[in-house]
C-alpha cells in the first residue's frame, strides 16, 4: 500500500506541472522569429556591401602592389642616380684641384718668365749703355 500511494503521488505529481501548449510555444518564439529574420536580412545586406566592396578593393589592391613595385624601382633608380652624382661631383673637385694646381704653376712661371724678362731688360740697358760709352771713347 505504502508502494501505491507513493507511485499515486509521483505519477500526480509529474501531472501537475503539465505540458506547455503549441499555441503558447508559438506566441514564445514568434518575436524570435521576427527578430532572427530581420537579423538574416541585415547580415545579407551586409555581406552583399561588403562583397561589392572586395569587387572595388580587388584591382585597387593589385594596383598597389604595382605601385609599391614601382616606387620600389624608382627609389633604385635614384640610388644610383645619386652614386653616379656623387661619383661625378668627386672627379669634378679633383679636377678643380687638378685646374688649380696647373694654374699656380703657370702663374709662377709667368712670374718666373717676367722676372727673366725684367732681369733681361735691365742687362739689356746696360749693354747698350756700355756699348754707347765705348763708341765715345
Known amino acids: 500500500m505504502k508502494r501505491t500511494v507513493l507511485l499515486a503521488l509521483v505519477v500526480l505529481f509529474l501531472f501537475s506541472f503539465g505540458c506547455a501548449t503549441q499555441d503558447y510555444v508559438k506566441q514564445q518564439i514568434n518575436p524570435l522569429i521576427d527578430r532572427i529574420s530581420r537579423l538574416e536580412s541585415k547580415v545579407a545586406a551586409i555581406e552583399s556591401r561588403l562583397d561589392a566592396l572586395e569587387s572595388k578593393v580587388g584591382p585597387l589592391t593589385s594596383g598597389l602592389s604595382e605601385a609599391r613595385k614601382d616606387a620600389m624601382d624608382a627609389k633604385a633608380m635614384a640610388m644610383d642616380a645619386k652614386n653616379t652624382a656623387t661619383s661625378c661631383c668627386e672627379k669634378a673637385e679633383s679636377a678643380v684641384k687638378r ?10 712661371a709667368a712670374n718666373k718668365a717676367a722676372s727673366a724678362m725684367e732681369t733681361s731688360e735691365k742687362a739689356s740697358k746696360k749693354a747698350k749703355k756700355a756699348f754707347e760709352l765705348q763708341q765715345k771713347k
Open 99 to 108: 685646374a688649380e694646381a696647373a694654374a699656380d704653376k703657370a702663374e709662377a
